[in-house]
């Protein structure tokens, strides 16, 4: 089956936001996302946005949306996720279109919250990431290792983001970072899990998170700096 065209997504916008707007528990609905903006292109979602009424049950709301969506599309598969009081459901249809309702006490909105400093949390996050990464490579464990690997420079990318006042949820800032910052971690990425491939890896990661912690708090990256170094050398030896 054809992809889905602009035309039919704009038609299940229109009929879902109609058919929403009429369902006596919800009080409020909102187009979210590229479509709202204008900004959509041909492999766009539908995002649409729902604020339940104060004598509803949100959870049984969109348990009974979720019924209702495999009685008006093609619904191949659907997910089912809770963020707070609010709950999100993901529908795939046969057209490969997809259809994210949301529900809540309150209108989710595409306003994105400029991100926090939180220095001290991701240094504390990173360097155990180092430890237990070369700590899986000295036991031969290489995808283990690979994970902290990859958990590594993706707090790297969040502590640039937040300071560049980017937003950081679901890495929708990072492409606007600048190649500066980002630069480094080209060498992070794997060929294999190999241990020598890996070793190297996480070397440049650590090098590239202590650079960018050293931006923010060059005290902390400096007394981490050679502790750090040190563990990746014995672990190496461990290794053999």
């Given amino acids: 089956m054809p992809i889905f065209t602009a035309a039919e997504r704009e038609e299940a916008a229109v009929r879902l936001v109609g058919l929403l707007r009429a369902d006596e528990d919800i009080a409020e609905v909102a187009l979210l996302g590229s479509l709202a903006t204008g900004r959509a292109d041909a492999l766009s979602d539908l995002d649409i946005a729902s604020r339940v009424e104060p004598g509803s049950a949100v959870e049984e709301v969109a348990d009974r949306w979720t019924e209702r969506?495999?009685?008006?599309?093609?619904?191949?598969?659907h997910y089912a996720v809770a963020f707070g009081d609010d709950r999100v459901r993901g529908f795939l249809l046969a057209n490969l279109l997809e259809i994210d309702l949301g529900f809540g006490p309150q209108l989710r909105t595409d306003d994105v919250p400029v991100p926090?400093?939180?220095v001290e949390h991701h240094a504390g996050i990173g360097w155990h990431d180092?430890?237990?990464?070369a700590t899986a490579l000295a036991r031969g464990r290489g995808w283990r290792a690979n994970h902290y690997l990859e958990r590594l420079r993706e707090l790297t990318l969040t502590m640039a983001a937040e300071r560049r006042s980017l937003p950081t949820s679901e890495f929708k800032g990072m492409d606007e970072l600048s190649t500066d910052d980002v630069d480094a971690l080209g060498a992070t990425f794997v060929r294999s899990i190999e241990p020598v491939e890996l070793r190297r890896a996480l070397e440049a990661a650590t090098t590239a998170f202590l650079a960018e912690l050293r931006k923010n708090d060059?005290?902390?990256a400096g007394r981490l700096d050679?502790?750090?170094?040190?563990?990746l050398r014995v672990a190496a030896v461990e290794r053999g």
């Fill in 69 to 77: 969506m495999y009685e008006l599309f093609p619904v191949v598969h």
């Fill in 116 to 118: 926090e400093l939180q």
């Fill in 130 to 133: 180092v430890v237990h990464g």
């Fill in 218 to 220: 060059p005290a902390l």
């Fill in 226 to 231: 050679a502790p750090l170094r040190e563990f």
